[in-house]
């Protein structure tokens, strides 16, 4: 059997049962167990499924967030289109708050032309990317350092949210869905994100098209909590209008 075939197989096999391991893999298949990881690495690198201890999970997995470094050059072009779209809304002299995420991250390189800004951000990226601009006053939540996301997460930012109030704050989520509404990978995440939402004039989410329609493992808020959801022009016009009929109010954003 060739490699290609093997590893094919390998998908369907993940498709049908939820999940795989190296030493069932290695036996139907007669080959070494560093030969399936090999596939397994492979598979993974291609987008195809996600590697765990022994073994795989489907990527589509409620649990599942890419690793930074790899989100932050996924759709890259579609998140500068939105990070431009969302920079618009914004004035001098006005405070933002920037959640964690790599299309915050782009909005964070818009705001550099704005003057007098105060942002807030729980974001290490962002904070490091604005902390020398002299005409722009940087607030970094502090908590517990979460390396995989480069943010601060936890009951430290949550209590300092609780004494702050801006005229914009701009989300991140691992999915968009109009029926489920915006969720995030785990509870700790999610708890941040509703108290961000809870403590700003507009709220606005940003999210690529590869996030509408998606659903991770918990809800943070309908989609109605938001103000105002700004997508990229690879979005549906069906997801966009079920959006829309869920309460939200949908900005598109084109890609040059």
Do not use: C, W
């Not at 785990?186 to 690529?208: G, L, P």
């Amino acid at each position: 059997m060739f490699a290609e075939e093997r590893r094919q197989q390998i998908l369907q096999q993940l498709r049908q049962a939820g999940k795989v391991t190296v030493d069932e893999l290695s036996a139907r298949f007669g080959v070494s167990a560093p030969t399936i990881r090999a596939d397994l690495s492979l598979l993974e690198k291609q987008g195809l499924l996600r590697r765990t201890h022994g073994g795989a999970l489907p990527i589509e997995s409620t649990l599942y967030e890419p690793p930074y470094a790899v989100r932050e050059l996924k759709n890259l072009p579609e998140k500068r289109a939105i990070a431009r779209v969302a920079a618009t809304l914004i004035q001098d002299e006005e405070t933002v708050l920037l959640d964690a995420g790599t299309t915050t991250f782009e909005i964070a390189l818009q705001l550099k032309q704005r003057r007098g800004l105060k942002v807030v951000t729980n974001s290490l990226a962002i904070a490091l990317e604005l902390m020398e601009r002299k005409d722009m006053e940087v607030v970094l939540l502090g908590g517990s350092v979460h390396p995989a996301r480069r943010a601060t997460l936890g009951e430290l930012v949550r209590h300092a949210l609780d004494v702050l109030y801006v005229d914009y704050a701009f989300l991140s989520f691992n999915g968009v869905d109009a029926q489920a509404g915006y969720t995030s990978v785990d509870f700790e995440a999610a708890a941040v994100k509703r108290k961000m939402m809870q403590h700003a004039r507009h709220v606005i989410v940003v999210a690529d098209h590869a996030k509408i329609g998606q659903v991770a493992f918990a809800q943070v808020a309908p989609v109605q909590a938001a103000h105002m959801l700004i997508v990229d022009d690879g979005t549906s016009p069906e997801a966009v209008r079920a959006l829309e009929e869920a309460g939200v109010r949908v900005l598109v954003a084109p890609v040059t």
